[in-house]
């Protein structure tokens, strides 16, 4: 060590160490390399003044009582550095503390410990909170999710970091309840994420963090992305309503109705579903297709009152050259759909057969 007119500095530790060394009075008198390549700040430009100075804000009281956690600090370029520090107090010649070692680790920093490897490896999303909701910990699939390193969360309130929406503000809700009642809880939630390009539905787990007192410290978190069991629970919530509600009569209208009823919006801003003329009648298909196909509009569908986007009306006929591939290919499911109700709707019965045979509607449907 190296003793100066401002204090002592620590350029004999590790470049990779950043540690300072504090009086009972708040002073920076020992100043590292390593502290200086995290701060901006040279040896010269620490020793001497008081820590406040060199902080971006206050040290939230949990890291103060545990002596260690995370803090901001102002580089010396001007932007905001979130650390990992701990602190060790330094006794004086009467045992009384007489000030601090204080070391620092940047974000990103290479874990040493089986603990710590263990949460910044984690297959699932991990985070750790303080009572006021800022950002302690963060592990590298909830990075991946936020679509930043760990070291722009760090020291930052949650709702700094993600768009005013109305799932951010219950994720928030739900955090400081944790805090507000000292219990953990669940949330579900279907909802995007920063750095996903499209929404997931998550799982996630919080739980109030305490320190051997009992204090409360903040709040933890695991987020499982639940997206494949949801979307699983989707479709067979799905089936089990098309079953229930497609086919409830034996008119083939209807069940064309019932049809679009199925398809929007879950699958298609607009649907619609027309059928052969024969189809409506009382006789079988024609033997020989006629070198035209005429369908008539029975049902549609949008998510927009109203219905603008249709350009065919509801009972309106409209001709389709016969190459034309939409009739035979689109009016697979919807005929196939068909037959399945009327069977359902009355099996065995002849009559309900052949509405079924004669069932051959074309169902066109536009996504977004």
């Known amino acids: 060590m ?29 100043w590292s390399e390593g502290a200086r390549r995290l701060t901006g700040y040279r040896a010269e430009e620490a020793v001497g003044r008081t820590v406040r100075e060199l902080l971006a804000e206050d040290v939230p009281p949990e890291t103060l009582s545990a002596r260690s956690g995370t803090v901001m600090v102002r580089h010396h370029d001007g932007y905001l550095v979130g650390l990992r520090v701990s602190a060790c107090v330094v006794a004086g010649r009467d045992g009384e503390p007489d000030g601090y070692v204080i070391t620092a680790e940047s974000p ?19 985070s750790v909170f303080d009572v006021d ?21 760090l020291g930052r309130h949650f709702p700094e970091t993600v768009e005013e929406a109305e799932h951010s503000l219950g994720f928030n809700w739900h955090l ?30 919080m739980w109030p963090v305490r320190d051997p007192s009992g204090e409360l410290l903040g709040t933890a978190l695991a987020a499982f992305d639940s997206t494949e069991q949801y979307w699983a629970r989707q479709r067979l919530a799905l089936l089990n309503e098309a079953a229930a509600t497609i086919g409830t009569t034996l008119d083939v209208v209807r069940t064309a109705e019932e049809l679009i009823e199925i398809v929007v919006p879950r699958f298609a ?34 998510v927009t009152e109203g219905t603008p986007e249709a350009a065919v009306h509801l009972g309106m006929s409209t001709s389709i050259p016969r190459s034309h591939p939409s009739p035979g290919r689109c009016g697979r499911a919807a005929r196939s759909s068909a037959r399945r109700a009327s069977r359902r709707s009355c099996a065995g019965s002849p009559s309900a057969t052949r509405a079924a045979r004669k069932a051959a509607p074309t169902a066109r449907a536009c996504t977004r």
């Open 2 to 30: 190296i003793a100066g007119a401002k204090g002592i500095i620590l350029d004999d530790m590790e470049d990779a160490s950043a540690a300072a060394i504090i009086d009972a009075r708040g002073i920076v008198t020992g």
């Open 133 to 153: 909701q800022r950002y302690m910990r963060v592990n590298e699939a909830a990075c991946h999710v936020m679509g930043v390193p760990e070291e722009a969360l």
């Open 269 to 302: 801003d607009f649907a619609s579903v027309d059928l052969f003329d024969w189809v409506l009648g009382a006789e079988e298909s024609p033997a020989v297709p006629t070198a035209e196909i005429v369908l008539r509009r029975v049902a549609h569908g949008s």
């Open 108 to 126: 990103g920093s290479a874990e040493t410990s089986l603990a710590g490897q263990a949460f910044q490896q984690a297959a699932i999303s991990m």
């Open 176 to 205: 400081r309840h944790v805090i507000e009642t000292g219990r953990p809880l669940r949330y579900e939630s279907y909802t995007g994420a920063p750095a996903l390009n499209r929404e997931h539905a998550w799982v996630t787990e």
